[in-house]
């Protein structure tokens, strides 16, 4: 097994795990290469990793996908409300990302700071436990959509886990852990997909030949996606019983270990 080989594989598990789990996969791969002093692997691999942890998340909700795209168009129970609901929770965090573009892609470049934003998401993975939030049944309302959204403008600095904060917002409104989480990925699909995409084509424009092999991104790819899923599993069985917040002390610890120890 090649050195690339094992390169992508290590970062394809680290991204399929972290995506999901509300511990911030752009901090730990920026974790991840500064401790184990690995070079960029490259925007083309890291969007084909993202593409995978995508096709996880469109896996694991394909049922409810479903449902909404077929009684969106035949005008049954609640789905263009539901639609509604996902689009308006997507643009606060579209207009910060296009907004302040240059100014998050900095933040990339400092270890440090994605220490103070993991122990950030720390603290966030704990206010349902302290405050413990009454959870209503049913969809998520405009309103609650509305604060989750705001909520994800968070997540785009590095060490900010996109899950934990919009998952914690929505329970902080009163919704269902599960429902909540399921409002939080059906909203990443279009996020990261858009995110994807871009990537992509700069990549086309630019004309700069990928750092790693094709054999390497497919198996990178398949890595992530399958890790990911597996990981969905895990995090709804954590949401059942009311278990999200013991990433809490852990993003404590990890974000104090790296502002002390990384320079």
Not at 90 to 98: F, K, S, T
Not at 245 to 251: E, K, N, Q, R, S
């Amino acid at each position: 097994m090649s050195a690339e080989t094992i390169k992508v594989a290590v970062l394809a598990v680290l991204q399929g795990v972290t995506e999901i789990l509300p511990v911030s996969s752009s901090g730990h791969l920026v974790l991840g290469k500064t401790l184990l002093k690995l070079q960029s692997p490259g925007a083309v691999l890291e969007a084909v990793l993202h593409g995978g942890t995508l096709l996880a998340i469109v896996a694991y909700y394909r049922v409810r996908l479903m449902e909404l795209a077929v009684d969106f168009f035949q005008g049954f129970g609640t789905a263009r409300r539901d639609v509604g609901a996902l689009i308006l929770g997507c643009i606060p965090a579209a207009v910060a990302g296009v907004l302040l573009e240059d100014r998050i892609d900095a933040a990339f470049d400092s270890p440090r700071l994605v220490g103070f934003c993991l122990m950030g998401t720390g603290l966030i993975l704990l206010l349902p436990k302290i405050f413990a939030p009454i959870s209503r049944s049913g969809h998520l309302s405009i309103r609650q959509a509305l604060v989750v959204g705001v909520a994800q403008i968070l997540s785009l600095l590095p060490g900010v886990s996109r899950s934990g904060t919009t998952i914690t917002a929505g329970r902080l409104a009163g919704a269902e852990g599960r429902e909540s989480a399921q409002f939080s990925f059906l909203m990443a699909i279009p996020l990261l997909a858009g995110a994807l995409g871009l990537t992509l084509l700069k990549v086309v424009k630019s004309g700069v030949a990928p750092a790693v092999s094709t054999g390497s991104m497919v198996m990178g790819f398949a890595i992530a996606a399958v890790v990911g899923f597996f990981t969905m599993i895990a995090l709804n069985r954590l949401l059942a019983s009311n278990r999200l917040w013991w990433f809490g002390p852990y993003c404590l610890l990890a974000g104090l270990v790296t502002v002390l120890v990384v320079r």
